[in-house]
T-cell receptor
């Protein structure tokens, strides 16, 4: 089945440093990927839509200069949290759009998530 | 008013019984509805999706959609302890927009 690999699965960093999270679609091409953030006991909040070969589209309230997104190829999108602070500690999840072979519908496949802890 | 609302639970159901999870949404123009299962500390995995009014069955799972009432539900028959997880309802506004809006999820516990 379709697999989205996300790396690293967890990271601990000092305040002020930058952290890069990678999201790869392993067996399909993804022109569009999505980055979500989930705080404990809360739902997934969409941060931005990553489009291959073009600029990402950010949701209202998400700082594009703080959360840098690069979608350089059809199988890779990266999220860089710049100058991370403790309030950025969260579970970051990427997802990739694919076409379901059984139904033909567009569905999202999620990566395993990356838990960021900023000290 | 939240765009997608779910009862956070916890919802406790005896093993073998039917678990019923509910979700309401505010955007009447919503077209596609998804149910995801999320185990603690893991990312969501798709269970099923539904576009049309009525019921859609897949194994032990049945999704029910009522667009007039802006209501979608998920039934799990013959509940198993492995079904214990948080179930997220997600809504997509139109076919051309891939963004999903998620509810806060309902935590389901199946009691052996």
């Amino acid at each position: 089945g379709a697999v989205v690999s996300q790396h690293p699965s967890w990271v601990i960093c000092k305040s002020g440093t930058s952290v890069k999270i990678e999201c790869r679609s392993l067996d399909f091409q993804a022109t569009t990927m999505f980055w979500y953030r989930q705080f404990p006991k809360q739902s997934l909040m969409l941060m931005a839509t990553s489009n291959e070969g073009s600029k990402a589209t950010y949701e209202q309230g998400v700082e594009k200069d703080k959360f840098l997104i690069n979608h350089a190829s059809l199988t890779l999108s990266t999220l860089t949290v710049t100058s991370a602070h403790p309030e950025d500690s969260s579970f970051y999840i990427c997802s990739a759009r694919r076409t379901s072979r059984s139904s033909g519908a567009n569905v999202l496949t999620f990566g395993a998530g990356s838990r960021l802890t900023v000290l | 008013q939240k765009e997608v609302e779910q009862n956070s639970g916890p919802l406790s159901v005896p093993e073998g019984a039917i678990a019923s999870l509910n979700c309401t949404y505010s955007d009447r123009g919503s077209q596609s509805f998804f149910w995801y299962r999320q185990y603690s500390g893991k990312s969501p995995e798709l269970i099923m999706f539904i576009y049309s009014n009525g019921d859609k069955e897949d194994g032990r799972f049945t999704a029910q959609l009522n667009k007039a009432s802006q209501y979608v539900s998920l039934l799990i028959r013959d509940s198993q302890p492995s079904d214990s997880a948080t179930y997220l309802c997600a809504v997509r506004s139109n076919f051309g927009n891939e963004k999903l809006t998620f509810g806060t999820g309902t935590r389901l516990t199946i009691i052996p």
